[in-house]
């Protein structure tokens, strides 16, 4: 077994064990019962944790306001070349129909979270 296929094993086992825990207790992700009320109850909370909007910086130390769309994976060399027509192909859970589909995604938003500042942002530029 290869060190990619180790630390996938290890990466799955721990996402098991982590999602055993919260369907043994749903209210484990959260710091008390009012977040957790929200959770389940406030539409607008909800809205607001959602993976696309903006955060402080991640830099360790940094605390300017993250940019939208930063790049989990390098736009210029490694996304640029896998794209058609300046489209990747990104999975999205069809809540109606109860499937993963593959849905065209814009180069520019590809694999992209609200994760460093405009400084920090750079450092993984080309």
């Given at each position: 077994m290869d060190l990619t296929s180790m630390l996938l094993a290890?990466?799955?086992?721990?996402?098991?064990?982590?999602?055993n825990a919260y369907h043994e207790d749903e209210d484990i992700i959260f710091n008390d019962l009012?977040?957790?009320k929200r959770f389940h109850y406030d539409p607008k909370y909800m809205l607001s944790l959602g993976w696309k909007n903006s955060n402080i910086c991640m830099y360790?130390?940094?605390?300017?306001?993250?940019v939208?769309?930063?790049?989990?994976?390098?736009k210029s060399a490694s996304l640029r070349s896998i794209a058609q027509?300046?489209?990747?192909?990104?999975p999205k859970f069809d809540y109606r129909r109860e499937v993963m589909d593959l849905i065209p995604i814009g180069l520019n938003e590809a694999s992209t979270f609200p994760g460093f500042c405009p400084g920090h942002e750079q450092l993984f530029g080309v």
């Amino acid at each position: 077994m290869d060190l990619t296929s180790m630390l996938l094993a290890k990466v799955g086992l721990a996402m098991d064990k982590a999602m055993n825990a919260y369907h043994e207790d749903e209210d484990i992700i959260f710091n008390d019962l009012s977040r957790s009320k929200r959770f389940h109850y406030d539409p607008k909370y909800m809205l607001s944790l959602g993976w696309k909007n903006s955060n402080i910086c991640m830099y360790p130390g940094c605390d300017q306001s993250a940019v939208k769309a930063s790049h989990t994976i390098q736009k210029s060399a490694s996304l640029r070349s896998i794209a058609q027509d300046n489209h990747l192909l990104t999975p999205k859970f069809d809540y109606r129909r109860e499937v993963m589909d593959l849905i065209p995604i814009g180069l520019n938003e590809a694999s992209t979270f609200p994760g460093f500042c405009p400084g920090h942002e750079q450092l993984f530029g080309v």
